[in-house]
């Protein structure tokens, strides 16, 4: 199974909400209590922070995609991205960073490209040594940026960044 199909039914596993409206009131009364969010099963931010900062070197040592990084500032990205992990876990805070159509419109960022960073990802997520139901569910929660990132359907990699691509300013 490629990686992409892997994250898109990871997301569709967990997006699956339970129907308790027709729950009878003995079923209510008899739930689970609320599991703990993802961030917190993740480890909250000690390990948010540990896996972005793994991730993000994996990811500007990746030659299939480090090139659509070149006028990023990586304090800036590295900032943000552990603000978007802790938001899309359900942690505390805010993302202040640009949505993802915004922030990558023209870097021309292909399919292929997207499924490195899914595969960086994974490989990271793997050296933590996250269970598999997070994984999945981390994964699962980042698969419907693909349409907001990918400009250029196919698998290249190793695209430059276009000339014209004017990154967001250094923190």
Do not use: W
């Not at 419109?105 to 139901?133: C, I, N, Q, R, Y």
């Amino acid at each position: 199974m490629r990686t992409s199909q892997a994250v898109l039914i990871a997301f569709s596993a967990a997006t699956l909400v339970p129907v308790a409206a027709h729950a009878t009131h003995h079923e209510k009364s008899a739930a689970k209590p609320a599991e703990k969010s993802l961030y917190d099963r993740l480890g909250g931010a000690p390990a948010v922070s540990a896996v972005v900062d793994d991730f993000a070197g994996r990811v500007l040592a990746d030659t299939r995609i480090n090139a659509k990084f070149a006028k990023s500032d990586p304090t800036r990205l590295v900032t943000n991205l552990k603000a978007f992990v802790t938001v899309a876990t359900g942690g505390p805070g805010e993302y202040k960073g640009q949505d993802m159509k915004t922030a990558h419109t023209s870097m021309g960022v292909t399919e292929g490209e997207f499924t490195a960073l899914v595969e960086d990802l994974s490989l990271t997520l793997d050296k933590f040594k996250v269970p598999a139901k997070e994984k999945g569910e981390l994964l699962g929660a980042l698969a419907p940026l693909k349409s907001s990132i990918v400009e250029v359907p196919g698998n290249a990699t190793g695209a430059p960044l276009p000339a014209d691509f004017k990154p967001a300013p250094a923190l």
